[in-house]
């Protein structure tokens, strides 16, 4: 079912014919990338689109990952990514704070088991150090004071301060409803077929649209090298390295206070136990060479995961696992991030390679991207009435219960109980669809307010949540999808099949 | 807001325990419900086959609960529906939101908690694959097509045999989806029989047991799943890998009782079972507090949900009135070939009791044993014993000496 719709802060469904406004900047993806630099852009005084292939933001990598704020010593010294990580990390409690996502600074510590993994901590520590991170060695003694679950068996550690959790879905859904109350215009399910340049202005062919500018970004995810060729951009290769986790419950007997790594050595990169800013634990990931499409969990990697976790904290219990899943990391053939201007490209800047630590660095990106822009002529005067600010979302099952009564007062909404597993009510979810950039899809609803991340995950709540994106949305049950087009519930009515 | 005794949940299990709370002396009786309407889970159970111990007839799901919701109106106890329990404190005061109620509390004298039970779901399983649409537990599945009027696919393949999957294959079955087939991880099927007839054989539909799903595809919808026979242990065997292309994926892989409640007021709870320790009034590990049906232990036949049910909402009543005399308690264990028995206590009051169990495996041509201080105090005769179906026991009081202890003899 197509529509235009146009809704008062520029926000566009998969709109049909030309548009005729000139964008000074298009920016292509809406993953944790492109929403920060959308973000940034919006506040100045220019003419903004982003361009996203799938039905929502976050579709990609940045709704499958350990949502690690990374304190920057694993980057190689010198590097795009050692520059992004730690400007990065110093930007995001501010960015954090601005959008009002939660972020925590919880730390991190890489544990190490013996010789040879006690001498890549070392290697790590000077890194941090020549990177400019605060990091230190400690004890497997001290570990263990720290954190007392984690196995009698580490050695060592090393302890970074510095390092943090954020939701990175809610941080770049944020960063996208900031830039569209500022006036971006969104265009979701409008995946880039075909660009053109033609008197310094681009012709970008996008799904059902076709979008005009003077600059484009490409954030693209594992894509960005086939957008990168379309508009005779640079050549570098992007290849798909997928990861999967394992999530559990938030009342998993085995819980950390900060980020657990394992050490690196010749077996791997070693998995990660940590908490998640909604307060599960996650485990992994893994690390695969596999097709820009698959992001299939296999057996074989679950299992991995579990096994790599169990070696520095063995009593964690598979029965409390709630869901799995798989992202795909964007690793570019220069094995750095590949951030600015193309040469065979002008006006054409990429944002190509961004796995990790990518979304650490975005804020640090859409700052150096944002000053790119302005450098090669974009207006850098703040636009008026812009902000900084995305309203805070207030969460009933967080409020005092006198809070609670005023809420309910306001609102008699806030007093059915949609997800019983996390207490999240009607008012929410409405809220939800109508902000800008808002939810039009069950998971889009899910990821904005943690409808379906419980216990049941999904299994009550479901149909509820259908009715209410059906009656608010003006669409029929069988309309709404889990994630856009193509991803059907419904199939029809009763009675409909039956001759 | 105060009660006499407050009910959580008003499905078959809190309405049974509401009316016999009523009337055995309880004045202002109050069921909390979450949903819209009385009758809980039955409300979507639109076959029958309920009642034939409890009625002696063969009622559906929404009858036998309207049975009970009638009844429990006519008795003027208090229903507030639309109202979500938020917590309850160890002092008997709930905390609930509702339309009607707003956010208040409520001061119970004696609290009976019938949360009921929810289904696993597919994260849960570490069900390998992609994360399309389509893949839905069989009760969010029977909740479309019974209440909503909708159908959640076309070529359908379900993964379990428990009798909500079994229910499904016939229900998607007359609604004109191709259900091609039903696995079941274990060599025998979760349900009970008589569905496995009802619901399979009678419509062609292949149950293939000693089998598994180990991946989903589809990168929007579900396009198909792989299939696969498992050896004893539950693992995969290699060779035996089949693509069946579908649609559509129903998950009946297990219940789970829900009793974040129960925790919450640091019951104590049954790790095999799920749900709280009760003794034979049905009283958990804090005085005054009770619990009853599936947030026990998972039923089969709700006749047993109603007698369990019934005997929490008198012995709440008595709780109130302090007419339960202190006695002493003993008990019960679950011996060889049984995985748990419920009550996990006994107490000594002159009443007979019945002991719910469930074996631990299948067994054929079997003797279930009860036994105290050394001597057998019940045994009943069986020609076959499943993990599926819930099987019980009678004992007399007096037999009562000691810790008694379930088990299963094969001839």
Known sequence: MSRTRFSWCGFFYCGKGKRLMIYDVAVIGAGISGAMIARELSQLNVRLCVIEAAGDAAAGATRANSGIVHAGYDALPGSMKARM?????????????????????????????????????????????????????????????????????????????????????????????????????????????????????????????????????NAAGVYADEISRLAGGDAFTINARRGEYVLFDKSHSVRTNCVIFGAPSEKGKGVLFSPTAHGNMIAGPTAEFTGKEDTATTREGLEAVLNGVRRYAPGIDRRSVITVFAGL??????????????????????????????????????????QTLINLGINGMKKKDATRIRKPIEVFAHATPERQCELIAQDTRYANVICRCEHVTEAEIVQSIHRPCGARTVDGVKLRTSTGFGRCHGGFCMPRVMDILARELGQDLSDITKSGKGSWILSGRTKEAVE | MKADVAVVGAGPAGLAAAIAAKENGAEHVVVIEREAHLGGILNQCIHNGFGLHVFGEELTGPEYAARFADKALALDITCLTQTMVLDISPSRVLTVVGRDTGLCTIEAGAIVLAMGCRERSAGALMLAGDRPAGVLTAGTAQRFVNIEGYMPGREVVILGSGDIGLIMARRMTLEGAHVKMVLELMPYSGGLTRNIVQCLDDYGIPLKLSHTVIAIHGRQRVEGVTVAAVDQKGVPVKGTEEYVACDTLLLSVGLIPENELSRGMDVKMDAVTGGPVVDSHMQTSVPGVFACGNAVQVHDLVDFVTEEAQRAGKAAAEFLREAAETASDYATRAGYGIRYVVPQRLRKDGEKKTLFFRVSDVFKDCTTVARSGGKVIARKKRTICTPGEMESLCIADEDIVGSVVVSVEEA
């Open chain 1, 85 to 217: 990580n730690v400007r990065g990390n110093a930007l995001m409690e501010k960015a954090a704070a601005e959008l009002h996502v939660p972020y925590d600074n919880c730390g991190s510590l890489v544990a190490a088991f013996d010789d040879e993994e006690e001498k890549s901590i070392d290697e790590l520590l000077n890194r941090g150090k020549e990177n400019g991170v605060p990091v230190v060695k400690t004890s497997g003694a001290e570990v263990r004071k720290r954190e007392p679950q984690l196995s009698d068996n580490i050695r060592c550690a090393l302890w970074a301060p510095t390092a943090g959790i954020v939701s990175p879905f809610e941080l770049a859904l944020a960063a996208m409803e900031n830039a569209a109350a500022n006036g971006a215009d969104v265009f979701f399910d409008s995946r880039v077929t075909a660009i053109s340049k033609k008197d310094d202005v681009f012709s970008i062919t996008a799904g059902a649209n076709s979008v005009q500018a003077r600059f484009v970004v």
């Open chain 1, 329 to 370: 990391r964007a690793m570019s053939d220069r094995h750095d991030f590949i951030i600015g201007e193309s040469k065979t490209a002008p006006g054409f800047v990429n944002v190509a390679g961004i796995e990790s630590p990518g979304l650490t660095a975005a804020p640090a990106i859409a700052e150096y991207v944002t």
